[in-house]
């Protein structure tokens, strides 16, 4: 359910709404996900890139499923889906996503530990 709530947060990529929901999105990432998240991911520029361009983003989640959970507890959530972008006046591209989320139990409760891109079908 966690990784289901924060998708459409984490993969709004839309001007106008990207960046509020981009703020909702780290906060259920641990401190130190997060804080690469801003660092490689929503960077100040991208975010002044996509108000500037207009972009509209979608994504649509075609699987996503939870692998056996390891031994302190935590679980990684493999997710596939669909990105598309849409620049006005530029038209649309879409493009296929395979990601992996560590997701594990914190004081805070379940936090997303970890972001990587997934080489693995399922």
């Known amino acids: 359910n966690l990784i289901e709530q924060w998708l459409p947060c ?3 990529l839309s001007a106008g709404t990207a960046s509020a929901n981009q703020e ?3 906060e259920y990432m ?3 996900c997060a804080s690469a998240y801003r660092q490689n991911v929503w960077t100040q520029d991208l975010s002044a890139q996509i108000e500037e361009s207009g972009l509209q983003s979608t ?3 075609t699987k996503v499923r939870a692998g056996s959970p390891q031994p302190d507890g935590s679980v ?3 997710v596939e889906g669909e990105q598309v972008l849409n620049v006005p006046e530029k038209g649309s591209r879409s493009r296929p996503v395979k990601l992996e989320y560590l997701v594990k139990q914190t004081n805070k409760g379940l936090k997303i530990a970890g972001i990587s891109e997934s080489g693995k079908g399922s």
């Open 10 to 12: 984490a993969w709004d």
């Open 24 to 26: 909702k999105a780290m």
């Open 30 to 32: 641990t401190g130190d």
């Open 59 to 61: 994504f649509k989640a």
């Open 76 to 78: 990684v959530i493999y």
